[in-house]
C-alpha cells in the first residue's frame, strides 16, 4: 500500500513539473490594425527568468522580474490581485518592459511599454494556445 502511495504522490509531482516548464500565455495586441502576437513564458517556480517569443521572430527575448506589488487583497477564499513588472534583456542593449496584473491563473490587464513609452495592449488569445506553445 506505501508503494502505490509512493507511485501516486510521484505521478502527480511530475505533472506538477511538467505544468511549469510549460507555463506561458498567447497574447495578442488590441486596437492595432495589425495585431502583434506574442508568447509570455513564465518561469519555473521561484525562477526569475522567463521569456517572450513574438509570431514573427524564432528567437526567445530573455525577461527578468523586476518588481512585485499586491494591488488589491482578495476577500477570503479568492486570490489576490498582483502586479509583476517584467523587463526585456535582449542581446543588443536594453528592452522595453511588460506590466502585468495577475488574480489566480487568470490575466486581467498586460501591456508592454517601449522604450520611448509606447504602450501596446494585450489580452490573452486561448484560440492560438496548444500543448507546445503558441500556434500562430
Known amino acids: 500500500m506505501k508503494n502505490v502511495v509512493l507511485l501516486f504522490l510521484g505521478l502527480a509531482l511530475s505533472q506538477m513539473a511538467f505544468a511549469d516548464e510549460n507555463d506561458f500565455r498567447c497574447l495578442q495586441s488590441i486596437h492595432l490594425q495589425k495585431p502583434i502576437k506574442l508568447q509570455f513564458n513564465f518561469p519555473q517556480d521561484t525562477q526569475e527568468t522567463g521569456s517572450v517569443t513574438y509570431s514573427t521572430s524564432k528567437e526567445s527575448i530573455p525577461i527578468k522580474l ?46 508592454y511599454v517601449r522604450n520611448d513609452g509606447k504602450v501596446f495592449r494585450f489580452e490573452v488569445n486561448t484560440d492560438a494556445s496548444t500543448e507546445n506553445g503558441c500556434e500562430w
Do not use: C, H
Open 66 to 111: 523586476k518588481s512585485t506589488k499586491t494591488l488589491d487583497e482578495g476577500p477570503v477564499g479568492r486570490p489576490s490581485l498582483f502586479q509583476y513588472v517584467w523587463e526585456e534583456m535582449p542581446n543588443t542593449g536594453s528592452g522595453g518592459k511588460y506590466i502585468i496584473s495577475i488574480q489566480g491563473a487568470l490575466i486581467g490587464d498586460f501591456k
